[in-house]
Structures are given as C-alpha cells and as structure tokens.
C-alpha cells in the first residue's frame, strides 16, 4: 500500500448541514481543492457516522479525490450519527428522495460545476444505484461496490427464496444497535440528548418488517433496480469480489446496462474495498481506476476508460481449502460482453440409482461467514464433512488436458421426489484434490416453495417426481488437471438457510439430474493494475487489551444433547481512541442453536455492547441491546431489548415480542 501525500491540489474540509425540503438537516464532511474554479463533487451518502465508525475509512479515500480536483463528500443518513430527523427502514423512500435532495443541492453550489457522482460500498453502493435510478440530472455517473440489484433474493434476507438465518438476524441485530447510537455533543452541541431520546422513541426492529415479507412482493421490489435497468442514466462502475455475496450483480449490470454506460470488475475480494490489501488478495489501485472513470464522465477527460473490455474478472486457480488467503493464486480475464462469447455451457449428467437425501440438522457449519470481511475464520474450511452429509457426484478432470475454467453462473436441474410439502435443497460446488481435500467454489439454494418463483409460495407435491432448477452464485474458476468436479446436494444448511418446520428430506433421482457449468475457453488477457494507494491513516488508536481474544467461529457440540452451537464474533472493531478525543468501543457476539431433535430447534441470538466516552465533556452512553429468533411450526417468534445508559443512569429501555406467520419461510 501505497501513502500518498502529494496531490496535485492542496485541499481542505468543513462539516455542513445540508438542508432538506421538509426543514431537515443531513450532517455532512466535504473535502474540496483550493482552487478558485468549480469542480464536480463526489457523494457517499450512508447511515454508519461519518464523525466517528467510517471516518478511519472516509479518510483514505475522500482527501484523495479531493486531492485530484472533486469535492468529496460524506453524508450520513437522517436519523443516523449526527443528522437530523428520525431513523427508517434501509433504502426507504424517505431515505432516496433525501439521497435525490442532496444530489442536487450539490450541484447548485457555487463550488461544484453542476455535476455529480455518486460511490459508496455495500450501503453506500445500494443507495447510488437505487438513487440514479430516480435519475436526478445532476448524478452523471456511479461507481458501486458490493451492492445489489435485486433487494429480495440477493441480498441478507433471503437466499432462493428461504430465510437467510445468518443475516436476516445479525444484520437486523447490528442495525437495531447501530440506531440506538446517540449523535455527539462534540458536533451538535447540547441538544444531542434530545435527539436520541426522539430516535429512541421511534425505533421499530427492522426484522419485524423483513419477517414479515417473505416472497418477493412490492416491499422488495421497491429499491430493487432489477425491475427496470433502464431507469439508470448515469454510468455505472459495478465492482465486486468472489466472496462477497452480492458478486451476481455485476454480471446482471453488465448484462442489462447499456454497453456504452456500464463496466464491471470482479477481483477475488471479500466484502471491501479493492484497495484496502484485506485477504483474500490480490488488491488493485482501485482509486486511481476510479479516478479515470469520474475524470471521463464527469470533467470529459478524453482517456481511454470506456475503451476497457465490458468486464474484467480474475479466474482463481485450483487452491487447498482454508479459512483465509493472503493472496489467491489465478490471473485476470477479459471479456467484451456479457453473456461472454467466450464462455459456453457444458452440461454434466449425474449418473447412478436414486439417492435418499435427509442431511443432519447441523448440516451447513462449514458454510463459513455469509459475509467475509477478511478476517481469518471467514471462508469455508474443508468440505469434507459437509460432503458426508450430502449426495455427491463427481467428474473428473483429465490428468492429460488443461484446467477447466468457468466464468459466471453455474445451474444444477434436480429431478426430487420430496417427503414433505415444504423443504429445501442446498447445491454446493467443490473443487476436489488429489489428496481428498474439498474446496468450496460456489454454493445455491432453493426453498421448495420458490420453484416456480420468488414471488409466490407453491407447496411441493408429496411423492411425485418435480423438476427442480437454479443457478448457483457465480464465481471464476479453474478446475486443475487430476482435480474432480464435485456437485453436493444437503436437505439442510444451517445457519445459512432456516430450516422448513416439516422438511423431511427428499429422493433424488439422478436419471433426471444435471450440473450446468459456464465453461470459459483460454484467452491470452492482458490486464494491469496500479499500485494500491490511499490518503494519510486517520491516526486512530487502538489500545492494547489484555483480555483474551473470542475465537471468530467457534463450534460447540453437546453430545448428551445432541445440541450444536455455533457462536461468532462479528470483529467489528473492539476499542479505538480517535483523534478528537472520543473513546469508542462496540462488542458483539451471534449465537446460533440447532439440535437433533428437529428443525423446530432452530434458534439464534445477537447481543451487542456499544461505548461512546468523551472524557473531557463528561459524556459516557452506552447502548446494550439482545436480539432473539426461535420458531414453532407456524411463526417465528422475536424478542428484541434495547437498555441504553447515560453516566450509568438507564434513560431507555424497551422490549419487543413478536409472533411473526411462516408463511413461506
């Protein structure tokens, strides 16, 4: 990594409110070149507080554009960190007229030249696609990073249509935490407490309403740009990484977008920015790449950006299994449209006698984190005990060929004869090695009820043979020579997938099965990068603790019980000390329970600790919340507490109880 501190700008930054038409007001950063002339401006636009949990992040990115001729700037959510306003659902109607209102009042400042650009990361990268989607004039072109297009099933929701129990819970738990933060006196001064007392009263558990909507209606389909890619104007930089989640979206962009107003890149990354040098590497000079990109489309640079290949991916090659890599072996490939003329689906057909599937409870323990953040237990570990509770089937690689590469989206057709009306059915690709070694390459799932779309609940038909087809995430691939191909098929995924109340497994029969792998043909690619480089660190500290560290994923087995649990600590961050003097310190623990008496056993827990300290105003918050899903046969069944402390005093406490109708789910 690269620190850059030579600009060819001298820059500066102010806090701002920015006003709204209903009279409220947004907290923003902005970063600007000294410079006499207008220049475009740059909007990250998220709830997460620019004042003190992003600002070690903004750092390294918003100086640098400014330090090449843009105003950048960050501006938190209404009703988040220091904004105004009371909190709502993510990417709410609210929450996007407010994004369209900033963008154009960005444009109208004297200091901007009436253009704008919007980026941003998982939130930030939702929000700027959902936001040029309304197409405010003035947004002209977006670079977006780990985001979605289809707010319903490619999102932490929902997976094919089940309960994401992974995410659904741990990310309504985290925001139920993150809400509850109260803004800084050291920026609003003493009408601080009476902002969080009215935040307060307004908070609702967002699972409640995510629980709530199981298939994919209107409420997902509101913020879901998949409904109508041609509602976009500006361009659109789409970036992902092979173990981030929301990868697929790329593709589709770079599908349904017209070719002259759209690029992709998938590197090997997990949920970060590109440049960051977090594993799984190789990082790129993702800055500078997007640099070109604002300097084409929003100063009219003639540089040869728009002359890059539609998308440019990194195919891994065939690599052990471990929970973390520094760097990724494999190389980068290009291809001038999606779908690729270099890429062509190659059918394997299963082969044998029907097969009974009725995988354990605990099957799915070694899916690793749903959303890998680069920490060292985040990516699956060896499959091999999740292939023993799975049908596989196999094809082998010859010894005396080259690798086969795939590049995109495999499928798989399952022939089933199912137990039971609703159910699940979990396909997971893995890399098999000489030495028995199963490497997770890409995973898909599909809740029974979903098979004739996402949209509607269809129960299974008991004891008939149905076809049942899906695409898996995609990925970039090569299968070395002597390797095998291995397809797993499991009944269960826990806790990806929450289980179906009577799901009994199924018959699968091979005779009408198939896997679908997009085969990509070798190409001579030439494709360079940058050095990764960044602005100056904040200069935040993290005190030393001499508490022993929580295992990230930890795997509990009661035999007695026949009880498995598996808790995770999420390594948000733990203590830092900021520059400004504000103490911040934030503990999370996820929790989730299944044993073998039933899918009924299904349980998860979330607890979360926050501290903000600023010893010089004597201010002291605290914010504990615990969150909790268990099932029966008709509902799932909610509990969320909130108790939040100033000097130690309680000043809000409340809990919910929720009894929420399994309706698809």
């Not at 009408?512 to 997009?518: I, V, W, Y």
Request: hydrophobic share 35%; glycine share 8%; with cysteine.
């Amino acid at each position: 990594m690269k620190i850059r501190t030579d600009f060819p700008y001298e820059t500066r930054h102010d806090d701002v409110l920015i006003p709204l038409p209903d009279g409220t007001e947004l907290y923003a950063r902005v970063w600007r070149p000294l410079t006499d002339e207008p220049v475009p401006a740059l909007l990250e636009y998220l709830p997460y507080r620019l004042t003190d949990w992003t600002a070690p992040r903004d750092r390294q990115r918003h100086p640098w554009y400014a330090g090449h001729g843009y105003a950048s700037v960050r501006v938190d959510v209404r009703g988040h960190g220091n904004s105004e306003g009371l909190p709502g659902d993510e990417y709410d109607p609210v929450e996007l007229a407010d994004g369209v209102a900033v963008v154009n009042w960005l444009a109208e400042q004297p200091w901007c030249t009436g253009k704008v650009g919007m980026f941003g990361i998982s939130w930030g990268g939702f929000n700027s696609l959902q936001i040029a989607a309304l197409a405010p004039e003035p947004l002209k072109a977006i670079v977006t990073v780990c985001s979605t297009d289809d707010r319903y099933d490619n999102d932490v929701h929902y997976m094919g249509g089940s309960v994401l129990a992974v995410d659904m819970h741990a990310w309504a738990a985290t925001m139920l935490a993150f809400v509850c933060r109260p803004p800084d006196p050291e920026y609003v001064g003493e009408e601080w407490r009476e902002r969080w007392l009215k935040r307060l009263a307004a908070v609702e558990p967002l699972i409640h309403t995510w629980l709530s909507h199981q298939t994919r209606d209107a409420y997902w389909k509101h913020g879901s740009v998949c409904e109508d890619y041609g509602a976009i104007r500006a361009a659109v930089l789409a970036v992902g990484g092979w173990h981030d989640p929301y990868r697929d979206t790329v593709l589709r962009l770079a599908h349904h977008l017209p070719q002259d107003r759209v690029r992709g890149i998938i590197g090997p990354w997990s949920h970060q920015y590109p440049d960051r040098g977090l594993p799984p590497g190789p990082a790129i000079g993702f800055l500078q790449e997007t640099l070109r990109w604002w300097d084409h489309h929003l100063k009219g640079a003639d540089n040869d950006v728009m002359a890059e290949p539609l998308l440019r991916s990194w195919i891994s090659d065939s690599h052990l299994p471990a929970t973390v890599y520094e760097e990724l072996p494999g190389r980068w490939v290009t291809d001038p449209s999606w779908p690729s003329p270099n890429v062509t689906p190659v059918t394997y057909a299963f082969q044998g006698a029907p097969v009974v599937v009725d995988s354990p409870q605990q099957t799915g323990l070694d899916a690793g984190r749903f959303f890998p953040f680069g920490n060292d237990a985040d990516l699956p570990p060896d499959q091999r005990d999740e292939d023993a509770h799975s049908a596989c089937f196999d094809f082998p690689v010859p010894e005396d060929g080259g690798p086969v590469e795939i590049l995109g989206r495999p499928s798989v057709g399952l022939a089933l004869r199912t137990a039971a009306p609703t159910g699940q059915v979990i396909a997971r690709l893995c890399d098999i090695a000489p030495d028995g070694s199963s490497t997770l390459v890409t995973r898909g799932a599909l809740n029974f009820s979903a098979r004739y779309g996402r949209d509607r609940a269809v129960e299974a038909q008991i004891g008939e043979t149905e076809s049942f087809e899906f695409e898996l995430n995609g990925i970039g691939h090569a299968f070395a020579p002597g390797h095998r191909v291995r397809l797993a098929v499991s009944s269960t995924y826990w806790p990806w997938i929450w289980p179906q109340p009577d799901a009994a497994g199924f018959t699968l029969d091979p005779a009408g099965s198939s896997l679908t792998l997009p085969v990509r043909r070798p190409t001579r690619d030439s494709v360079t990068w940058e050095e990764p480089e960044q602005s100056e660190p904040l200069g935040v500290v993290y005190p030393r603790t001499l508490e022993e560290p929580r295992p990230e994923r930890l795997v509990v087995r009661d035999v007695a019980k026949g009880e498995w649990t598996l808790e995770v600590d999420p390594k948000y961050g733990g203590t830092r000390v900021y520059p400004d003097g504000l103490e911040f310190t934030e503990d999370a623990v996820e929790t989730y329970t299944i044993d073998d008496s039933g899918p009924l056993s299904a349980r998860t827990r979330s607890e979360w600790s926050v501290r903000l300290h600023r010893p010089e105003l004597a201010w002291d918050v605290t914010v504990d919340t615990r969150s909790e899903i268990s099932c029966d046969a008709d509902e799932f069944l909610t509990t969320n507490e909130v108790v939040c402390k100033e000097g130690g005093e309680v000043v809000f406490h409340r809990t919910w109880e929720k009894r929420i109708p399994r309706t698809a789910g």
